[in-house]
């Protein structure tokens, strides 16, 4: 007798519950490779949120809170960079290029980020991909703004619309510069960074609509307006930080020694690569928060089918009464038990992948729209995935082992009552 055609005779006679058992082990496969393969892709985003940028350069502070602000615009700095010490960087013969940022005002909750258009040239992302407008066009005027792609949905702005920069970064502010209006030029398309939350200026433009404060407070009588702020030089006193890129690699750790050291305009220059490693031990703790969740998931599917199994192991006295009679040893029978649980776990992971991979396949675009998430849809496992693979199987094969155990002292029974 084939044990195969047997197993899948048998598992095909009880088809209500086998078929419910594969589904819960399919669900709890995807969770469980799914979160698998949104904690790989999301540490990668993570790892890639600056691609191409040799140093992250800003006024004396820690690497950790530098890389926040100035990539991430979480917190603020505690002190800018004088525009001189910025274009004496941006000049430096090892430099081939920067991207100044300049922070603190935001709108309706967002940052505003002061820029030029060195931003959509040189800032890469990802696998190296660049910045590119879903529509409209770059920051081609003084109060022309970009905005980040959920900045555009969430606010439901085209192009075109006026919006008034507030002074500060809270949420809410009282301290508006409405006496500036700026206008919608473009939107970027989604990039999964924290870009997409991020509305974008021209440094000139941040000097305009602080023409007339001081120290936070707008004095009366003091502001211009737009066409006065056309006709005053509105080159920036200073900027908050600067991605910088160089000619040679090999000059990134002599440049960074460098600007860490000198005393003048006390700086602090960072590799993005180090800065990232050393804040992703800080957050990877949720990662494996959800990784613990899904194994508890797929715990819960398996002990579904250790059940479904053991609940008719009863019913099958007659079964292994029969298998006896046809001559089926102890053996043969729980090993036919055993065959039974790995077919189930087999279908289940299989019907899992096809879940996972259909998915990804369907959400993939309104992930990165609705929450920034950017997930590629890969049909082959990483190395990751192939352990949890088979730590899947292997406990679909420990899980089998009880009731092909009960079987099996059934069947020697039946042996022995037969020799009586």
């Known amino acids: 007798m084939m044990l195969l055609p047997m197993a899948v005779r048998s598992l095909a006679s009880r088809r209500a519950s086998v078929l419910l058992t594969v589904f819960t082990l399919a669900l709890s496969t995807a969770l469980l490779l799914g979160i698998e393969h ?27 809170q530098l890389l926040l602000y100035s990539v991430f615009h979480v917190g603020s ?37 002061g820029t ?62 409405d006496n500036m209006p700026f206008y919608v030029s473009g939107i970027l398309q989604p990039t999964g960074t924290p870009l997409d939350r991020a509305v974008l200026v021209t440094l000139e433009g941040l000097e305009a609509v602080h023409i007339g404060w001081r120290a936070g407070i ?37 440049l960074q020694r460098e600007l860490n050291s000198q005393r003048q305009d006390p700086l602090t220059a960072v590799m993005p690569g180090v800065a990232l490693q050393e804040l992703w031990q800080v957050v990877s703790l949720a990662e494996r928060a959800l990784l613990a969740v899904s194994s508890v998931a797929l715990l ?29 040893s102890p053996l043969r029978i729980s090993t036919l038990l055993l065959l039974e649980s790995l077919l189930l776990t087999l279908v289940g992971f299989l019907l899992g992948l096809a879940l996972l991979w259909g998915g990804l396949y369907l959400l ?3 992930l990165l729209e609705q929450f920034g998430l950017h997930l590629t849809v890969v049909t082959r496992l990483s190395t990751q995935q192939w352990q949890l693979a088979g730590f899947i199987v292997g ?7 009880i009731p092909a155990f009960m079987a099996y002292r059934m069947a020697l029974v039946k042996s022995l009552g037969q020799r009586h």
Request: no cysteine; aromatic share 6%; net charge neutral.
């Open 38 to 64: 949104i904690r790989e892709q999301s540490r990668a985003g993570f790892f890639n949120t600056v691609s191409g940028t040799d140093l992250i350069v800003g006024a004396r502070s820690g690497p950790v």
């Open 77 to 113: 700095a505690t002190s800018n960079i004088r525009w001189p010490s910025y274009t004496q960087l941006r000049d430096d013969p090892r430099v081939a290029w920067t991207i100044p940022l300049s922070l603190g005002d935001s709108h309706r909750g967002y940052r505003v980020i």
């Open 116 to 177: 030029d258009n060195a931003m959509f040239e040189h800032y890469r992302y990802g696998e190296g991909q660049g910045l590119a407008l879903a529509e409209g066009d770059q920051l081609d005027d003084l109060f022309a703004v970009v905005l980040g792609a959920e900045v555009a949905r969430a606010l439901d702005y085209q192009l075109g619309d006026e919006l008034i920069i507030a002074h500060g970064t809270g949420n809410t502010s009282f301290k508006l510069h």
């Open 218 to 254: 707008a004095l009366p009588g003091m502001q211009a307006t737009p066409d006065q702020a056309r006709q005053r030089d509105l080159t920036p006193r200073q900027v908050t930080a600067a991605l910088v890129g160089l000619n040679s690699r090999m000059q990134v750790f002599h």
């Open 300 to 328: 819960i599917g398996l002990s579904g089918m250790l059940a479904v199994l053991l609940s008719g192991m009863q019913q099958r006295r007659h079964e292994v009464a029969v298998l006896r009679a046809l001559g089926a």
């Open 364 to 366: 993939q675009q309104p």
């Open 395 to 401: 406990l679909g094969a420990l899980g089998g082992l």
